[in-house]
């Protein structure tokens, strides 16, 4: 079967056959047209879709270029927060302030040092210290949800596509019956067999940079390395790799949607539609014609372990969502700001030139130091003290990883980027029973990015232009420039 004519079935079925309004912000109205930028997707009346067998022309030449980039979303102002959800207090520590993702760290260094436990105005608990969170995880009986099986942090309207089912938002049984399934291929055998073909693309974007004088950093190599890897471990084909692209930045927000604009809840809900098409489709073919892929792979798991009720499309189409969504666009904002870092701190790329063997322990520096994911969550089970306050069952707890990540009881001068330093434990990979199964994946690929960068602009000056930050739940840039010379 040949990919587009996949693509072209699912396409024809779902996404052509829905007309969405041009509704708030960044909407781009072209004659008959209608395009939502910023929802990870671009809608098209189905009477301008002459020839969908011909759809990646039909892409490249009015979806993609006619619009813009739909990464880069602007949002209203005000977050859609209830005015008594609680009586805390953001201790100038704001995430929804306009310059908050610009620099984080002193704000963040802020609320940790005054109000470690803090209630916030919207109602959950932020954790700061990094012993604080290895207590939580270790000691606290927690769960995903509240007590009535609700999410604390998702859309209760957006339930096509939705993480309510993604492992990652599962406990008990269940979580792990999810987890045992997706570890068939997210393993360290799949780490070796991608090793190659990493080292490849990552060579080759190198190559195309050096030629041309320059790269624009997030487009180039941390979107371009991941976002091959992802598609070739999940099963979605080349030809549909833009498009994958374009689903998961909106469908980042779903996360915690429950605070956000109702603009950008319905673009987060848009994408969820798409890519439960796409993917129960695909779950569906895969069951007729199995291949070697993440998708294949949860099938065949899930026949062989034995479980009396087998998972219906819809489950298993919603572990590829999760998986493709976590692994992906985490591991642009690993590389991303990681290089970033690299660059500012030129000090530090050199000694990564003349020491190699830090390599690895520049990634896990990184990851501390500007991690892609700034907190998690969990709900308590059972009231739990912690930093002489108590906090009551069915409490939200926002673990604070780029906080702890910044604790000087943990870290020798944390705001010292340092990628000598010994064993930096992070947290930004979380803990207990989610700690991230791919981050063996995750750090293979930044480990050779950073290598082949270092080593390929030896003897350059490299100037970066303006950072553009994307509008993720994750902490990922949409766009750096770079200049070589």
């Known amino acids: 079967m040949q990919p587009?004519?996949?693509?072209?079935?699912?396409?024809?079925?779902?996404?052509?056959?829905?007309?969405?309004?041009?509704?708030?912000?960044?909407?781009?109205?072209?004659?008959?047209?209608?395009?939502?930028?910023?929802?990870?997707?671009?809608?098209?009346?189905?009477?301008?879709?002459?020839?969908?067998?011909?759809?990646?022309?039909?892409?490249?030449?009015?979806?993609?270029?006619?619009?813009?980039?739909?990464?880069?979303?602007?949002?209203?102002?005000?977050?859609?927060?209830?005015?008594?959800?609680?009586?805390?207090?953001?201790?100038?520590?704001?995430?929804?302030?306009?310059?908050?993702?610009?620099?984080?760290?002193?704000?963040?260094?802020?609320?940790?040092?005054?109000?470690?436990?803090?209630?916030?105005?919207?109602?959950?608990?932020?954790?700061?210290?990094?012993?604080?969170?290895?207590?939580?995880?270790?000691?606290?009986?927690?769960?995903?949800?509240?007590?009535?099986g609700e999410s604390p942090n998702f859309d209760p309207l957006d339930t096509r596509g939705s993480f309510l089912g993604f492992m990652l938002n599962e406990d008990g049984d269940y979580h792990m019956r999810l987890r045992r399934l997706a570890q068939r291929t997210l393993n360290f055998k799949t780490v070796r067999i991608m090793e190659e073909e990493v080292e490849r693309s990552v060579k080759a974007s190198m190559d195309r940079a050096i030629d041309a004088g320059g790269m624009e950093l997030i487009n180039d190599m941390a979107r371009y390395v991941p976002s091959r890897m992802m598609c070739h471990i999940v099963g979605i084909p080349e030809a549909d790799r833009d498009l994958f692209i374009e689903w998961t930045g909106a469908r980042t927000n779903a996360f915690f949607a429950r605070f956000l604009p109702e603009d950008?809840?319905?673009?987060?809900?848009?994408?969820?539609?798409?890519?439960?098409?796409?993917?129960?489709?695909?779950?569906?073919?895969?069951?007729?014609?199995?291949?070697?892929?993440?998708?294949?792979?949860?099938?065949?798991?899930?026949?062989?372990?034995?479980?009396?009720?087998?998972?219906?499309?819809?489950?298993?189409?919603?572990?590829?969502?999760?998986?493709?969504?976590?692994?992906?666009?985490?591991?642009?904002?690993?590389?991303?700001?990681?290089?970033?870092?690299?660059?500012?701190?030129?000090?530090?790329?050199q000694v990564l030139r003349d020491e190699p063997d830090t390599t690895g322990n520049a990634v896990e520096e990184c990851l501390r130091f500007d991690a892609p994911i700034?907190?998690?969550?969990?709900?308590?089970?059972?009231?739990?003290?912690?930093?002489?306050?108590?906090?009551?069952?069915?409490?939200?707890?926002?673990?604070?990883?780029?906080c702890a990540n910044h604790d000087p009881r943990k870290f020798d001068d944390p705001d010292v980027f340092d990628i000598r330093r010994p064993k930096p434990a992070h947290a930004s990979f979380g803990g207990g029973m989610h700690f991230c199964m791919g981050n063996a994946l995750a750090r293979m690929e930044a480990k050779h990015v950073f290598r082949e960068f270092a080593d390929r602009t030896a003897g350059l000056t490299i100037e970066a232009g303006e950072l553009e930050w994307s509008h993720s739940f994750f902490r990922v840039m949409a766009s750096l420039p770079l200049e070589f010379r």
């Not at 892929?293 to 572990?319: H, K, P, R, T, Y």
């Open 4 to 148: 587009c004519s996949f693509m072209t079935r699912v396409v024809a079925a779902s996404i052509f056959s829905r007309v969405l309004p041009a509704r708030g912000v960044g909407c781009l109205v072209m004659g008959d047209p209608v395009a939502v930028v910023g929802s990870g997707l671009r809608w098209w009346r189905r009477d301008r879709i002459l020839d969908l067998n011909n759809y990646s022309k039909i892409r490249s030449a009015g979806w993609a270029s006619a619009v813009g980039d739909s990464r880069r979303i602007e949002m209203s102002d005000t977050p859609a927060t209830s005015a008594s959800a609680g009586a805390g207090d953001w201790c100038g520590a704001d995430p929804f302030a306009p310059d908050f993702r610009d620099d984080p760290y002193p704000a963040l260094n802020h609320l940790r040092e005054t109000d470690p436990v803090n209630l916030t105005p919207v109602g959950p608990w932020r954790i700061c210290r990094y012993d604080d969170l290895q207590k939580i995880h270790k000691h606290a009986k927690t769960s995903q949800t509240l007590s009535n």
């Open 374 to 402: 700034l907190f998690h969550w969990r709900v308590l089970e059972e009231e739990f003290e912690l930093g002489g306050k108590t906090l009551p069952s069915d409490s939200v707890l926002w673990l604070m990883m780029a």
């Open 264 to 349: 950008v809840k319905q673009r987060t809900r848009d994408a969820g539609l798409a890519m439960a098409d796409y993917f129960e489709a695909m779950v569906r073919e895969r069951r007729k014609s199995p291949g070697d892929d993440l998708v294949s792979q949860l099938i065949l798991a899930d026949q062989q372990s034995g479980e009396a009720d087998a998972l219906s499309d819809e489950a298993l189409a919603i572990q590829a969502i999760g998986v493709t969504i976590a692994g992906y666009e985490t591991t642009i904002g690993l590389i991303g700001n990681g290089l970033r870092q690299l660059i500012a701190h030129p000090e530090q790329l």
